[in-house]
């Protein structure tokens, strides 16, 4: 495609639910990150993955996070039982390269009631 | 760990003024930094990025430099326009490459017209 694609836009949640986001990469871009952005705050790094490889969980806050990306293109960021300390815009971003220019999709607004 | 500091965390100006936006960071140990914009309810965009070995990249109405001694870049903008409004993120990717970028809290523009 000709940008990174992320949906649902937006998605509201139940405390307690769980829910899937999912991020659709640049076609060919081998790194895919991550970030989490709270209101009036920068993105802060949640994982990362090289291919289908996940080389850095580091930034995922805690057990109930889990992402994947099983063929090395789409991946999908589920977050068991929300809280409403989850509720933030979840942003997904591809490059050629980790170090390279990172390409931003417009996010998933997750709102947990 | 790396922190990055934007300031001012808010900034309004009249359309046709010329703008500085400052970014400093803790560590020096970088590979790039990259600036980028993001409007409301929208993903980032990448604006201009730095490599560790060079001191400035212009596109357009807008200029970065980097001092990667002292840790600070800015981000100038010439003859502002009202569509310039925006938050203006800066990002630093460590030196170790394999570690995600570290992002300010950004700058929230306003250009009054």
Redesign the interface.
Known sequence: GAG?S?SPRYKVAKRGQDVALRCDPISGHVSL?W?QQAL??????LT?FQNEAQ??KS?LPSDRFFAERPEGSVSTLKIQRTQQEDSAVY?C?SSLG??Q???????T?LSVL | KQE?TQIPAALSVPEGENLVLNCSFTDSAI??L?W?RQDP??????LL?IQSSQREQTSGRLNASLDKSSGRSTLYIAASQPGDSATY?C?V?PAT??????????TRLSVIA
């Open positions: 990174v992320q990150f970030y009036g705050q920068g993105p802060e790094f990362y080389l850095d930034g942003l971003a980790d170090v220019k990172l390409f931003f999709g417009s996010g607004q | 990055v590979y790039n990259q980028f309810g929208k993903g980032l965009t990448s990025l993120l990002a990717a490459g394999n570690t995600p970028l570290v992002f300010g809290k950004g």
